[in-house]
């Protein structure tokens, strides 16, 4: 959520990265999670790699669903509004949106409604077409390689940079130590646009030095 609020969530800089996100779909994490985080990776691959769609577009999308996790293993006990709240998040952290009077508190309910709120595709015709099986493997292989136990982390041209628990970020697993390790993401980020020959997206400003 913090990386969306510092980086992710500014239109220009979204559009000068190319993005992916990996999705942990091992035998150890269906344990810890349950079966259910298949069909939640699956509904998120779906949306990522099978609906063509803008990276501007599913971006903002899989954000929605990040916002409501909450709902996408809902026992029926929670609603949209709650999820969106933060009220079932360790954290306490919202997502951000507002008008949730047409959202379902389920897997399929959330993923239509964020579907439609930032795009024009219908989840139930993605739904029946959508086979992510062989790109569900890969994408929880490379999940597995990278990761070696941090809270979080990105690559940026091949180099991992992961969020440090511990005073450099202002406490572990806290708001502000996301945040400040979002902001040195943003930097990293605007480096790369400019080391790639590209324009630095007017929002790097205030976390990259005037060229």
Not at 21 to 35: I, K, P
Not at 99 to 109: E, I, T, V
Not at 123 to 136: G, I, N, P, Q, Y
Not at 151 to 175: C, F, H, P, R
């Amino acid at each position: 959520m913090s990386l969306h609020d510092v980086m992710l969530s500014n239109d220009d800089l979204l559009a000068a990265i190319d993005l992916t996100v990996d999705f942990h779909g091992n035998e150890a994490s269906v344990e810890e999670h349950g079966m259910v985080l298949l069909d939640v990776n699956r509904n998120h691959l779906c949306v990522q790699h099978e609906a063509d769609l803008d990276q501007t577009e599913w971006w903002p999308t899989a954000h929605c669903m990040f916002g409501l996790q909450a709902c996408l293993d809902n026992d029926g006990s929670t609603t949209c509004d709650q999820a969106e709240s933060g009220s079932e998040d360790d954290l306490a952290m919202t997502g951000g949106e507002t008008d949730l009077a047409n959202c379902d508190c389920s897997l399929d309910g959330v993923t239509s409604y964020c579907l439609s709120k930032y795009t024009s595709v219908e989840w139930s015709a993605l739904d029946k077409t959508c086979d992510v099986s062989r790109l569900a493997k890969k994408s929880s292989g490379r999940a597995a390689q990278a990761d070696d136990g941090a809270t979080l982390w990105v690559t940026i041209d091949g180099i991992k940079y992961t969020y440090a628990e511990g005073a450099a970020y202002g406490g572990t697993n806290t708001e502000e130590g996301f945040g400040a390790w979002a902001a040195r993401v943003m930097g990293v980020a605007c480096q790369a646009v400019q080391n790639a020959g590209q324009a630095v997206p007017a929002s790097c400003a205030g976390y990259f030095p005037p060229h």
